[in-house]
């Protein structure tokens, strides 16, 4: 049976549960309409739809409790797979880090060539009090921040269609895509590399569709405190953060467009 549509799904990853406290909350404010979808990735922890309701969140909830530890990558990927196994109906789709926050999910009217919206973020890396402070207003920009454009896939409006077609060509690739990260002795920003990966994707499939920029703030990132590791690997130092990245997406994006190219000429054979 195929569920009433909607034209938002938020989908929250996450491995500590507790984080949801700063991600969920925002949602009600600006997302009431929207399918919230939360992949959870720490098999320690069954998460449950009280928890979540407890939050605040009032809308249509899907939760995904993996069995095993897949990582940033996968947790990605299954989300948009289990949305089209489970047919839930939507026209875009916005991914959400469990310690950020979506402060603004208006879908504008674009082109049908558009297939994802970048706006700005908010980066909070100063006061923990800010966090009290997040506010829909900041859709205009904040004083209590950092605004930038956000070249990410998380809070980026991505067309959903175009989304579960990257899903697939990531399953194919994920060996290779992790290879690549544990090649690097920090932590690589997933969302940075799948946004890379989303874009390379698309120009070489669908040269005629493109992304496009509204200066307009929709997301908070939240870079509090400066813990030595995150998710086993060790954080990038600050003084070279600008250097390495910029070496990740560059390795990322050479292996995205190889195999991008190569499953082209596999198609057409």
Not at 56 to 78: C, D, H, M, P, Q
Not at 86 to 111: G, H, M, Q, Y
Not at 224 to 251: D, H, W
């Amino acid at each position: 049976m195929f569920n009433k549509k909607t034209k938002l799904i938020i989908a929250i990853t996450t491995y500590d549960v507790d984080a949801l406290r700063i991600s969920v909350p925002p949602l009600r404010r600006c997302a009431r309409d929207a399918t919230l979808v939360i992949h959870n990735d720490n098999p320690k922890i069954e998460l449950s739809r009280q928890f979540v309701r407890e939050l605040g969140w009032r809308g249509a909830l899907y939760i995904i409790n993996e069995k095993n530890t897949v990582g940033e990558f996968e947790s990605r990927i299954n989300v948009l797979e289990y949305i089209e196994k489970e047919k839930i109906l939507c026209d875009w789709i916005v991914f959400v880090d469990d310690d950020d926050a979506l402060i603004d999910a208006t879908i504008p009217n674009v082109s049908e060539t558009t297939f994802a919206i970048i706006q700005n973020a908010v980066t909070i890396s100063e006061s923990i009090t800010d966090l009290f402070k997040i506010t829909p207003k900041w859709v205009n920009g904040s004083e209590y921040g950092k605004t930038g454009t956000h070249f990410d896939i998380t809070g980026t409006l991505i067309r959903y269609k175009v989304a579960v077609k990257f899903a697939h060509f990531m399953r194919s690739v994920l060996p290779e895509v992790m290879k690549i990260e544990h090649s690097f002795k920090y932590r690589i920003s997933v969302g940075a590399v799948m946004w890379a990966g989303l874009s390379v994707f698309m120009r070489i499939t669908n040269p005629e569709m493109s992304a496009i920029y509204m200066n307009r703030t929709n997301y908070v990132s939240i870079k509090l405190g400066c813990a030595q590791q995150k998710y086993g690997m060790r954080t990038v130092p600050a003084t070279s953060a600008k250097t390495f990245n910029s070496n990740v997406i560059k390795k990322y994006t050479q292996m995205f467009e190889s195999y991008v190219l190569q499953n082209m000429v596999a198609d057409a054979q």
